[in-house]
Nanobody
Framework: QVQLAESGGGSVQVGGSVRLSCAAI????????MAWFRQGPGKEREGVAA???????HYADSVKGRFTISTEDAKNTLYLQMNSLKPEDTDMYFCAADCRDVGTGFLDATNYNNWGQGTEVTVSS
């Protein structure tokens, strides 16, 4: 059974930085095929950053140059480094693992089998 546990969210000022962590149990981050999504009230879940089957990175246009997805094998953890944060980055952030049928892209939420519970990020001015 795969378990994903996000942490690292909180409140931060505009322009600040936050690093989110996603500790995985039952799934090796060496497999890649993991991603970060975000979702706000009444909004669809949006793909933010993903690592595909080959370890290549994919980013939403809205976060390119500001966010970085990475893994740490020793801790079996997925990270999302978020810099130059904006108020519109305020959301609940979820990690996902074990992608399938990625014909619609690695930032499509329907392509992931396992999800964490989320961690909230609030960016204020």
């Amino acid at each position: 059974q795969v378990q994903l546990a996000e942490s690292g969210g909180g409140s931060v000022q505009v322009g600040g930085s936050v690093r989110l962590s996603c500790a995985a149990i039952g799934y090796s981050v060496r497999r890649w095929c993991m991603a970060w999504f975000r979702q706000g009230p009444g909004k669809e879940r949006e793909g933010v950053a993903a690592l595909d089957w080959f370890g290549d990175r994919h980013y939403a246009d809205s976060v390119k140059g500001r966010f970085t997805i990475s893994t740490e094998d020793a801790k079996n953890t997925l990270y999302l480094q978020m810099n130059s944060l904006k108020p519109e980055d305020t959301d609940m952030y979820f990690c996902a693992a074990d992608c399938r049928d990625v014909g619609t892209g690695f930032l499509d939420a329907t392509n992931y089998n396992n999800w964490g519970q989320g961690t909230e990020v609030t960016v204020s001015s």
